[in-house]
């Protein structure tokens, strides 16, 4: 009997050994991935909107219409936003594992964190910009012109030259060791270290206080990485540990940041239209609003001061709506979440390569274009109201599917790589996480 028992209970502990491993838990934040997905679908969507050739229907600059409805336009212009979401999730994600060391009191860990982050996070990101700025070059020297000129590139005499050119670029753009111009970035850091050893809410509340300084200064995107570090700063201290008053009213919280989400959200949906701003003051539910944007800002940036204030609101709430978190934890929205960067690096070279050729098969031929042999060979009607004709919804599905095709390939045998590749180095100097703890 004694054996069976034993028998038994080793079988228990072995099951639920295993279904851990089949089923990992989920990140705490594997919903701010979600939300990073959608922010590059929204920024594909407006470069395709802008880049397609055909009539005002669903673009950014009629004043009526379904599509202009507040929150509805973000489908169709909300890349700007969605570039202040990123910038609000690079100061959260990038200060969340430090943040957490040094509330442990644990600051040579935390030290050799922010080292390893020197060394990883420029190969992370700038191989991969790298490795595609080469496979266009070498797509440039293909004949019978398949990846076209741009209005601000040609291609070079011979091949030789081209990879000239492209080393030479290469090295004056990603050089770490070039001049910095930001340098109110370099002292707004140091000065926020500073106030990080004080207690959490007084520091939350500096650091909030720098990041109003900076967007009424126009530093919008100083600003919204400021707010990302300071939400990380929030959610460090109300997550985890013992129940607190806070806590402890957990509907009260949840109702509340709801209601922040939708206004984040109606913020984010500003009408963004560069050298416009008067359509944003003649928008309903906007004259006021638009008013009240600081002077620093002129017509070509004016959106980005609500838009900023609106990504860290929705960030923030989100952190505490556990049905926005559910749907943004789906596995389509997470996919586009993992492809996001290569999703954002590739696609405008396909938009140059093959979305162009495309359109024009399907119908849409530029303006006082060059006629070419393959104008209207596919062509598809434009049935349905603006925003959803039948012709946008084909080029957007194909051209959407061949995007996310190559970037899940990109992110395969490019993103990751090099994301292995900066952990090695890392590891390589002494400053891998296992030394580091």
């Known amino acids: 009997m004694d054996i069976e028992a034993q028998q038994k209970i080793g079988a228990e502990e072995k099951s639920p050994r295993k279904t851990a491993r089949n089923k990992p838990e989920r990140p705490s934040t594997a919903f701010l991935d979600g939300l990073r997905g959608i922010a590059a679908l929204c920024v594909f969507h407006q470069h395709l909107l802008g880049d397609n050739g055909q009539s005002n229907e669903y673009a950014s600059y009629e004043r009526y219409g379904i599509i202009r409805a507040a929150f509805l336009r973000l489908i169709y212009q909300g890349g700007p936003a969605a570039v202040a979401i990123f910038f609000v999730l690079s100061g959260f994600v990038l200060s969340q594992s ?16 922010l080292l390893a982050a020197i060394v990883r996070r420029p190969v992370r990101l700038y191989l991969p910009c790298i490795a595609v700025a080469l496979i266009i070059a070498l797509l440039m020297r293909l004949p019978h012109n398949v990846y076209p000129d741009a209005l601000w590139y040609n291609r070079q005499d011979t091949f030789w030259h081209e990879m000239k050119h492209f080393v030479k670029h290469s090295v004056d753009f990603f050089n770490p060791f070039q001049g910095f111009k930001c340098r109110i970035t370099i002292i707004t850091t140091l000065s926020c270290g500073q106030f990080l050893p004080i207690p959490k809410p007084y520091a939350a509340g500096a650091l909030i206080s720098v990041a109003l300084v900076l967007l009424y200064k126009a530093l919008w995107w100083q600003a919204c990485f400021i707010a990302g570090v300071a939400i ?3 959610h460090s201290d109300t997550s985890g540990g013992s129940p607190t008053s806070w806590r402890s009213r957990v509907w009260v919280r949840s109702c509340l940041a709801y209601v922040v989400f939708g206004g984040g959200f109606y913020l984010l949906s500003q009408p963004a239209d560069d050298g416009h701003q008067d359509i944003s003051a003649q928008t309903t539910g906007w004259s006021f609003l638009t008013s009240l944007i600081p002077s620093n800002y002129d017509g070509a940036n004016y959106y980005r001061f609500w838009q900023s204030c609106g990504a860290a609101l929705c960030v923030l709430s989100l952190l505490y709506t556990g049905f926005l978190q559910t749907i943004l934890c789906l596995r389509p929205i997470q996919f586009l979440g993992k492809v996001s960067f290569m999703l954002y690096i590739v696609h405008m070279p396909l938009f140059m390569c093959v979305g162009d050729r495309w359109r024009r098969a399907l119908g849409n031929t530029p303006y006082m274009s060059e006629p070419k042999w393959w104008d209207s060979v596919l062509l598809v009607p434009e049935h349905g109201p603006g925003g959803i004709q039948l012709r946008w919804l084909v080029e957007w599905t194909s051209i959407l599917a061949l995007v996310l095709f190559t970037a899940h390939l990109g992110t395969s045998y490019i993103d990751e790589p090099s994301v ?4 090695r180095l890392a590891d390589s100097v002494g400053l891998g996480r296992k030394k580091a703890t």
């Open 98 to 113: 430090a943040l957490s060391t040094i509330g442990l009191a644990q600051w040579k860990q935390c030290r050799l964190q």
């Open 420 to 423: 292995r590749l900066s952990k």
């Open 232 to 234: 990380a700063l929030i």
